[in-house]
């Protein structure tokens, strides 16, 4: 492709004549914004006609009508089908063999390998931190799927912004797509319009190409009317011509490619040259009772509750919680040292199942209205259904699975697909903060890893310094969860919940973030861990967790006004007896929620060498492995 981009990259720009455009009563107005689009941008659009060859084009101008339009195309295809019991909300079904993110097709291209990920295992063992893919190889990979492959389809043009237009911490994208429902997702996901077109002059902007590869006319029937072929699903991303090019899958991070593929992936990248950070991490505001406002950026694994804590209804009386993001955060240091931080999406793409009036009443209220569910299953009334909606079912109402099948409670399969999603505007949250949009980002105070971990591991730890916080993040561990292929609850070592995010050497990712505790003048967050997952003997959680985690930050608050209230354990710093708060809660006793064993982390110590030195080999930063040293020592003198 870098030849065949290339090539077509020489060619003189041509407006695509005004006939490719959509017919009906929009095709003037689509001419006359088609002819503001910056040349750059249409130059792209130019070559993604000549290779994928649509019938037609549609520049997408982010407008409600044009949302209207969509929609119900989508109902008259069959793809979406109305859930009348809400506001102009709609349930997808996937092709069955389209339901997650394909992390083993997911692949950087770049032309030395070194600068993708780390040295190979020894023994040749798959590399955990990403695949590699070589131009010529991915030349071909092109070859062999693009040409015609939007033959008798729309091709959407999709000009968008990830942040608020015109912060100084937002980037925009140009995503070519052949399928109208990650159009209409796309358009929640991100600010689509054309007030993006000055930043998409300056022609640094991220060019996104996507296909279902489902050309028309068919040459097998679809399953579900969902287009994909799984069988050559590949996602590439190119970040040294900062470009994404996906193909074979129309779901969630595969397809709407200004989420994992832009904001985590290629952004990670040019965080690491412009000299700012881009995490998986969710953003919230956290209010004490006497008013003092802090904000907080938090990494955990896919599907850990990141979309329950950002939208927390706080146990602890007095406090309140906002949340500006619930999945990715850019933070850039401002001109006083404060790292601040902007949420580039303008919507939330959450896991069904498991949400809850009980586990998250926000996320309940946010996917009321305008709301694409996919997966889920759905009730003859005309509501959702997914296991953990603690929602009675009303007395002659009927349920249908994810499958399109009849389903009754009790049924071995769930009714919904463990990565079901809800895809929601983010403004209709009733706790969004009000700086969520703020272009300057709010200010970070701390920073917090976590992970699924049933044993062992405490309920929160301060890290020393940053230093040690960069090691306990490339540490993160946590239960396997449904959000990719992987199955089982197995034990996946995920450093900053980043592992299927990052977009250059993880290696390399870690010594950026040294290099970020190193910067003159920065005041830097201090650094905890948190666990909520921790189970007792007989497998009960041991912590009640939801809102219960203010009780959490409100110790990690305290900690960032400089309270003395912390011991030294060879992990870290965990909150004197005294300094959480655990009034009201019955049965849930300290010694529980802060096991520190000799044992267990000296199981954790030698796993963690092994991991490093098989997915990290030389490329792992020897402060990093200097900081595992210590924690070994620490331990043996337990
Ligand atoms: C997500 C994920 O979809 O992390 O947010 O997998
Ligand atoms: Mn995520």
Redesign the pocket.
């Known amino acids: 492709m870098q030849k065949v981009i290339g090539r077509l990259g020489g060619c003189v720009p041509r407006v695509p004549p005004p006939a490719a455009f959509q017919r009906g009563g929009s095709r003037r107005k689509a001419g006359k914004r088609w002819g503001l689009c910056p040349p750059p941008a249409r130059q792209f659009v130019e070559e993604g006609v000549r290779l994928c060859r649509p019938r037609a084009l549609r520049l997408c101008d982010g407008s409600p009508a044009e949302g209207a339009a969509l929609l119900s195309q989508l109902q008259a295809e069959g793809v979406l089908h109305p859930l009348p019991k809400y506001d102009n909300c709609w349930l997808a079904r996937t092709d069955p063999r389209d339901v997650a ?1 394909v992390e083993s097709r997911t692949v950087l291209v770049t032309e030395r390998e070194r600068d993708a990920i780390p040295p190979k295992p020894p023994g040749g063992g798959p590399q955990q931190l990403g695949n590699w893919m070589s131009p010529p190889a991915f030349e071909q990979a092109v070859q062999e799927r693009f040409p015609g492959c939007m033959e008798g389809r729309t091709m959407y043009i999709l000009p968008f912004s990830m942040g608020p237009v015109g912060s100084p911490l937002a980037k925009v994208g140009l995503q070519l797509t052949d399928s109208p429902y990650v159009a209409a997702s796309m358009r929640i996901m991100t600010r689509v319009g054309p007030q993006t077109f000055p930043a998409l002059a300056r022609d640094d902007f991220i060019r996104c190409l996507h296909s279902v590869g489902r050309p028309l006319p068919l040459r097998e029937p679809l399953v579900s009317q969902w287009p994909c072929d799984p069988a050559r699903t590949l996602v590439a991303h190119l970040p040294d011509q900062r470009r994404i090019v996906s193909f074979g899958s129309g779901y ?2 595969n397809s709407l490619l200004g ?2 593929c832009f904001a985590l992936r290629i952004a990670s990248r040019l965080a690491r040259d412009e000299g700012w950070l881009a995490e ?1 991490m969710l953003i919230l505001g956290v209010t004490d009772p006497a008013g003092k406002k802090r904000y907080v950026a938090a990494a955990f ?3 850990c509750g ?1 979309t329950n804590l950002a939208m927390m209804t706080p146990a602890l009386p007095g406090w309140r919680v906002h949340c500006v993001g619930d ?1 990715i955060a850019w933070m850039k240091f401002d001109a006083e040292g404060r790292l601040r931080a902007i949420n580039p999406e303008s919507g939330f ?1 959450g ?1 069904a199942p498991g949400t809850s009036m009980r586990t998250n009443p926000n996320a309940m209220l946010t996917v009321r209205a305008n709301t694409i569910f996919t997966n889920v299953g759905c009730t003859s009334d005309g509501g959702v259904y997914w296991e953990g909606i603690d929602q009675p079912v009303r007395p002659g109402t009927t349920l249908t699975s994810w499958l399109g099948q009849p389903w009754t409670p009790g049924d071995p399969q769930p009714c919904a697909h463990p990565n079901s ?1 809800f895809c929601a505007p983010a403004n209709q949250c009733p706790i969004m903060d009000p700086a969520w949009e703020d272009p300057e980002g709010v200010p970070i105070d701390a920073i917090i890893f976590g992970g699924r971990r049933p044993e062992g591991v405490p309920l929160v730890y301060e890290a020393f310094n940053w230093r040690h916080g960069v090691f306990v993040g490339s540490a993160m561990r946590s239960e396997a969860t449904a ?2 292929e992987h199955t089982g609850r197995r034990l996946m070592h995920d450093p900053f919940a980043m592992r ?1 995010f990052f977009g250059y050497n993880a290696g390399q990712y870690l010594a950026h973030w040294l290099a970020v505790g190193e910067r003159e003048g920065a005041r830097l967050p201090r650094i905890f861990h948190v666990n909520w997952f921790l189970r007792d003997g007989a497998g009960r959680f041991v912590w009640p967790g939801f809102g219960h985690n203010a009780r959490v930050l409100a110790w990690i608050c305290s900690r960032v006004a400089g309270e003395d209230n912390a011991k030294t354990t060879p992990v870290g710093l965990v909150p004197r007896e005294d300094a959480l708060d655990l009034d009201g809660l019955p049965g849930v006793s300290y010694a529980d929620l802060f096991p520190v064993s000799r044992p267990f982390w000296e199981k954790e110590a030698r796993e963690l060498r092994r991991y490093y030195e098989e997915n990290f080999g030389e490329d792992l930063p020897k402060e990093v492995m200097g900081e595992l040293s210590a924690l070994e020592e620490r331990v043996k003198k337990m």
């Open positions: 993110r969630g991070g989420k994992k998986h694994p896919s599907a990141k999945d793409f896991v999603r959000a990719a299927p």
